[in-house]
Structure formats: C-alpha cells, structure tokens
C-alpha cells in the first residue's frame, strides 16, 4: 500500500544545494509544480517517475513510505507505483491504438479484457475528433494522443501516484480529467502553468534555476479564488466550443457568459 | 577504475577521439571494412584484452556496430550490453534476434523523447523476446537513473583470457568462424584474417 513518497534534496543548476529539508506527498494529496519555463519541473516529476537514487542531474533522492524502493520497483512496470504523462505529443510505435494498449496492459499485469475498449472510450470523452481501436498511434493529433495516453494512465498505468506535465496544453477537455482523478486517494502531482489548476492544490510547489525555492499551502482566500476562477474558465469554455464548432460570437452568448 | 575503450566500425567512427577528449580514458579503433564487425571482433580481441591489460586498465569496453544482427558481439565471459533507443521501432526487439536474446543488459535510451507509456510498451516487448534481461533506462545526454549498470560493472566477475568464446552459434559458412571455430584471437583461425595491429592479410582480402 502506497502511504507517501519523500522527495530529498539535491542541487540547483549551477550545482548549488537545494534549500529544503525533504518535501513529503501523502495519498490523497494534489500537488502543483509552477515556475518559469526550463525552471526544472519536468525535471523535478522525472525524478519521482525514475524513482531516483543521486544519480540524475539533479541529485535527488526518492524513498517510497520512507524507505528506498527496491530494484524490482524501479524497473518493472507491472511493480512500478507511478504513471506520467509527459509533455510529448507523439508515439513512435507502430502499432494501432488497440494493440499498443494490450501490450501496455501486459505490461503492466492487466489481465481486465474490458479495459482496452474502456480505455479508448475514455479516452474519447477527452478530445473532439473520436479515436478509433484500429486507428496507427503514429497518426493521431498532438491531443488525441495525450487523451490516450491520459486515459491510459488512469485505467491501464492504474497507479497510486499521477503526474501530469502540463495536461493544459493539449487543447483537451482537462476539466474532465481533473475531476475523475481527484477524490482518488491518489497522490496527484500536476506540472502546470495553469493558475486554475494551480490555486486547486492543496500543495504548491515553485520551482526556479534547477531547484525547489518554496513549498507553499493552500489558503482559505486561494479556494475562494480558485472558485471564481473556474467560473470564468467555464464560460471561456463554452466560448472555445462554440468558435470550434465554427459558431460566431453573438451578443447572447456573451450576455450570458460575461454579463456582470 | 581504469577504461580501456574500443570502437569495431565498419567504415567511419569517432567514438575513440571523442571519449579520449571527454573521459581522459584510453581509446582505440578498428575498421572492419568488408569484413562484417562480428568476424573483425572476433580477430582482434584477444589482442584487445592483452593491450587492455598491459595498460592496467581495469574494465574494457568494446562497441561494436554489429550490422547483420544474424550474430552478436557477445562473449561467454564479461557483461553482454545492448544499447537501443526508445525511437528505433516497436519491433526492434524481435528483428535484433541473437543481439538482444543474448544480451545480459538492456539499456533504453532517449526516454525524454517519448511518453511513459511508449517505453513500457517497448520494454516489454524486448521481455517477451528475453524474459530475464536486466532492464534499464536513460535519457543517454544526462546519463539519468544509471546506478544499476554501474553495479553491474563493478560486480562483474574478472575475465579469463585463455577461455575466450563467442556466447551464440555462428550461421553456416565456410570461414572458420562460419565453420563453428568459437575461439577468440587470429592465431586459431585461417582464411581472412587480422591482427589488431596491421592490415587484413593482402592475398584474401579483396577490399575496395
Ligand atoms: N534526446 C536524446 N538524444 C540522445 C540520447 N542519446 C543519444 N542521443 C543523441 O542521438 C544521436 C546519436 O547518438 P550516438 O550515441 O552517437 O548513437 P550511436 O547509437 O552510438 O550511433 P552509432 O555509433 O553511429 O551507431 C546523438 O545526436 C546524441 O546526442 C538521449 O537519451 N536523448
Ligand atoms: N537541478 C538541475 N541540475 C541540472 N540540470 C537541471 C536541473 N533542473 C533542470 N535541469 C535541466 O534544465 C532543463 C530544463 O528543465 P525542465 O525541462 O525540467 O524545465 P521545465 O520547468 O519543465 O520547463 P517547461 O515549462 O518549458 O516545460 C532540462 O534540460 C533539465 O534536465
Ligand atoms: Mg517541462
């Protein structure tokens, strides 16, 4: 049972040592990463992914419910207690959609036979133009394929921890994601520029030159905002859909979006 | 620890000049020319452990190109590594043949280029083609997450020079490598042959 992951410190950039003591994640806690672009927060969740022992560039360490994971942890993915999705918007594989995710699900010891029609279904409820089972994971579209592989991080990669490195930029429906992976008891772990997502975290981490800087709670005022904001992003929403259905902006939709 | 490294390429490498500027270690290299790189490494490399060896290097590290993939570089003794990159294709794994059957270590690079999942898909594929290859992965530019190669370095065991033999079976042939001959060093074979210093014999070899 996964209960937390610590996290130690290592060096910045310039090879200075990072200024916390360890930053601790426990189950059921949603975490944001911010910081300047190249600031090392994709650096920081890959640390995490590749359970690191000092031997990555930042010389961070990872201890799972405080004690080192074992080998098999680290490099079995049937073993492994963490899923990523990472800032890249293409597969190699030449593979169809269905075949790539059965051998994932071998390869993460999913014997479900459901769980492939169910992944794709998900996956669909994620982007716009649908993904078919037969369909080369070398063609689908930047968004299609980060809705596949979110969905296949949830139901196939299965795991207690979750992180996600930039899901906003996709163009994907990531309201829709962020609602069915919280509440999970998972250790929710977003990269983000996102202030939506940010203020909704109950942890945020900021990020600067390679290091940690700060590790800031979650305030009263900050949920409050955080509300608000998702008001606004919802009406922004319905305006995306309407300009991507090829609507024009009518003073009705405004009215209805934006009147104060 | 002292490095002896060797480069068997066929036509072009730079490996030897850009691991001595970076490392400080020893390097060298041998072009295979028409012979294919397996056959040119099993020529030189008894010579390649004694030069190793009267430079008190304490690990030797040989990179091979190996083309055909119809044999593999390695040897009954020492670690056998294959080295492939997260974008070299899904079927990879099972076109290698010997090259990674036979392999002691998987070392997946270029994982910053693709997706968790895309690894895990290929990881497992080179498990169905050898269930029990020691795996790891590395974004190869910073050398990420290698503690367990390094471990399997320093605990290999040391080798035996006199008992030197390829690990898979030859094709068929009609060189004395084809014919089966296993053993390592030019003294024990005829036909085309070579010393790791020195040209191919001029009466066999029909280069260019
Ligand atoms: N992004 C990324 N690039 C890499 C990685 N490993 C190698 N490269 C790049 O890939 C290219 C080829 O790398 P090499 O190490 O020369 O590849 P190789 O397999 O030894 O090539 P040959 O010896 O010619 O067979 C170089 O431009 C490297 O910088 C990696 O892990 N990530
Ligand atoms: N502590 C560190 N020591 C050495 N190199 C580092 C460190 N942290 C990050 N880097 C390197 O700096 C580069 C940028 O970092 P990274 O990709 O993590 O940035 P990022 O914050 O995710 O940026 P973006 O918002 O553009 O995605 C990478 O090459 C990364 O490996
Ligand atoms: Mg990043």
């Known amino acids: 049972m996964l209960q937390n992951i610590t996290i130690f410190p290592g060096v910045d950039k310039g090879g200075r040592q990072e200024n916390f003591d360890y930053i601790t994640l426990k189950a059921g806690e949603t975490v944001s990463i911010v910081g300047p672009t190249g600031s090392g927060k994709t650096a920081l969740i890959t640390d995490v992914e590749l359970l690191a022992q000092g031997d990555t560039a930042t010389r961070r360490r990872v201890l799972v419910n405080g004690e080192l994971p074992p080998d098999e942890i680290r490099y079995n993915p049937a073993l492994k207690p963490i899923v990523m999705i990472t800032q890249n918007t293409k597969c190699f594989a030449d593979l169809s959609v269905e075949e790539f995710l059965q051998i994932h699900a071998r390869a993460r010891k999913i014997d479900d036979r459901q769980v492939i029609r169910a992944t794709i279904d998900l996956a669909n409820k994620f982007t716009g133009e649908k993904i078919k089972d037969d369909y080369k994971v070398t063609i689908l579209s930047g968004g299609q394929t980060r809705s596949l592989l979110i969905a296949d991080a949830i139901l196939i990669g299965a795991a207690p921890i979750i992180l996600m490195d930039e899901i906003e930029n996709a163009g994907i429906f990531r309201q829709e994601v962020i609602n069915l992976i919280q509440n999970t008891g998972k250790i929710v772990v977003f990269v983000t520029h996102d202030p939506v997502i940010a203020l909704l975290t109950e942890t945020r981490v900021i990020m600067e030159n390679g290091a940690v800087k700060k590790v800031l709670r979650q305030n009263e005022l900050e949920i409050t905002a955080a509300k608000n904001l998702l008001e606004i992003d919802k009406k922004i929403g319905v305006i995306r859909e309407e300009l991507r259905a090829g609507k024009a902006i009518t003073n009705e939709l405004m009215a209805v979006n934006f009147a104060s | ?208």
């Open chain 2, 1 to 208: 620890m002292r490095i002896a490294f060797l480069k068997i390429d066929v036509v072009k490498a730079f490996e030897d000049l850009e691991l001595n500027k970076e490392f400080g270690i020893l390097t060298r290299k041998v072009y295979s020319g028409d012979l294919c790189p397996d056959h040119a490494e099993v020529m030189i490399l008894g010579d390649t452990v004694d030069w190793a060896e009267n430079n008190a290097a304490d690990l030797l590290i040989v990179e091979s190109a190996g083309l055909c993939l119809r044999c593999s570089p390695y040897l009954n003794q020492g670690l056998g590594i294959i080295v492939l990159s997260s974008i070299s294709g899904i079927h990879t794994p099972e076109k290698m043949g010997a090259m990674v059957s036979l392999a002691d270590v998987a070392v997946i690079t270029k994982i910053d280029l693709v997706s968790q999942a895309e690894r895990e898909v290929l990881i497992q594929k080179i498990k169905e083609v050898h269930p029990n290859i020691a795996l790891m992965e590395t974004n190869a530019l910073q050398g990420n997450s290698l503690n367990r190669l390094y471990d399997l370095i320093k605990n290999s065991a040391a080798i035996d020079k006199s008992n030197l033999f390829l690990k898979g079976n030859p094709p068929l042939g009609t060189c004395t490598i084809c014919v089966g001959k296993k053993e390592i060093g030019w003294q024990h074979h005829f036909g085309v042959i070579q010393k790791l210093d020195g040209p191919i014999a001029e009466y066999l070899y029909r280069g260019e």
